[in-house]
């Protein structure tokens, strides 16, 4: 087996024990490998280990990749920050957009999906550290939002996505992924029926899982380092 299985299967049963550890049932949390920065054969290779569901970052990468593994099933998620005018192209090739953080993006995608598929899964991103930095709504601005993103045709809301402040310690990352579980729960005592909780990466995705998470985006614990992305892939973010 080569390293991008033992990889995922090493993580897959880190999923699992963690879970268990907080009585959540296994099968509730979904693995999204996030293949930015790594060529299609290595999204292949990664494929034939039975991962599914891919995540990029870079519009450009994301098409390029999805043209070229254009005949395997794979779920392609966006949880890049997304420029209006890359929408389009968006909205066209993704199954899952997590990264909604304002309503003129989520009008944008809603327009551009051909009704006749499945609608575009969505999430919207919260800035649950609050860093001026980063990308994600705030908090207090989150509830008026999603309402108005339920609404939209074409796109169905599924719940929230958060990158928090990265923090080495079990319990810190743990605080900051309860405070976006805090506002899933809000969210869905409105009658909003998120059912996704899109949190956790390589380094803290265990505190993610014991917080609620149904949803962890891993890249380098399953791919390794990534070295910087190519010019021609960068300059298409
Ligand atoms: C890169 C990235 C990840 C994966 O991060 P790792 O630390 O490599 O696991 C997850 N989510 C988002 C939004 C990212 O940009």
Same mark, same amino acid.
């Given at each position: 087996?080569n390293?991008?299985?033992?990889n995922?299967?090493?993580?897959?049963?880190? %999923?699992?024990?963690?879970?268990?550890?907080?009585n959540?049932p296994?099968?509730?949390?979904?693995?999204?490998?996030?293949s930015k920065?790594?060529?299609?054969?290595v999204?292949r290779?990664?494929?034939?280990?039975?991962?599914r569901?891919?995540?990029?970052?870079?519009?450009?990468?994301?098409?390029?990749?999805?043209k070229?593994?254009?005949?395997?099933?794979?779920?392609?998620?966006f949880?890049?920050?997304?420029q209006? !005018?890359?929408?389009?192209?968006?909205?066209?090739?993704?199954?899952?957009?997590?990264?909604?953080?304002?309503?003129?993006?989520?009008?944008r995608?809603?327009a551009?999906?051909?009704?006749?598929?499945?609608?575009l899964?969505?999430?919207?991103? %919260? !800035?649950?550290?609050?860093?001026?930095?980063?990308?994600? %709504?705030?908090p207090?601005?989150?509830?008026?939002?999603?309402?108005?993103?339920?609404?939209?045709?074409?796109?169905?809301?599924?719940?929230?996505?958060?990158?928090?402040?990265?923090?080495?310690?079990?319990?810190?990352?743990?605080?900051?992924?309860?405070?976006?579980?805090?506002?899933?729960?809000?969210?869905?005592?409105?009658?909003?029926?998120?059912?996704?909780?899109?949190?956790?990466?390589?380094?803290?995705?265990?505190?993610?899982? *014991?917080?609620?998470?149904?949803?962890?985006?891993?890249?380098? *614990?399953?791919?390794?380092?990534?070295?910087?992305?190519?010019?021609?892939?960068?300059?298409?973010?």
């Amino acid at each position: 087996m080569n390293d991008i299985c033992d990889n995922i299967h090493s993580i897959q049963d880190s %999923i699992e024990t963690t879970a268990r550890r907080f009585n959540r049932p296994p099968e509730n949390i979904k693995l999204l490998a996030v293949s930015k920065t790594w060529p299609a054969e290595v999204v292949r290779t990664a494929w034939s280990c039975g991962q599914r569901c891919f995540g990029e970052n870079y519009v450009n990468e994301l098409i390029d990749k999805a043209k070229k593994l254009e005949e395997l099933d794979i779920e392609w998620h966006f949880i890049g920050h997304l420029q209006s !005018n890359k929408s389009r192209a968006v909205a066209e090739t993704a199954d899952w957009v997590h990264s909604v953080d304002r309503l003129s993006i989520a009008k944008r995608l809603s327009a551009q999906r051909d009704p006749h598929r499945p609608p575009l899964q969505v999430c919207v991103q %919260i !800035n649950v550290s609050e860093e001026a930095s980063k990308s994600g %709504i705030k908090p207090s601005e989150a509830l008026s939002l999603l309402h108005q993103v339920r609404d939209l045709p074409n796109l169905k809301l599924r719940g929230l996505m958060a990158i928090p402040a990265k923090t080495t310690q079990f319990t810190g990352q743990r605080a900051a992924f309860a405070r976006l579980r805090e506002l899933f729960e809000q969210a869905n005592r409105q009658g909003l029926q998120l059912d996704t909780l899109s949190m956790g990466m390589s380094n803290d995705f265990a505190a993610a899982i *014991a917080e609620g998470a149904t949803l962890v985006r891993v890249g380098t *614990a399953i791919f390794g380092e990534r070295v910087a992305a190519p010019q021609a892939l960068k300059s298409g973010r």
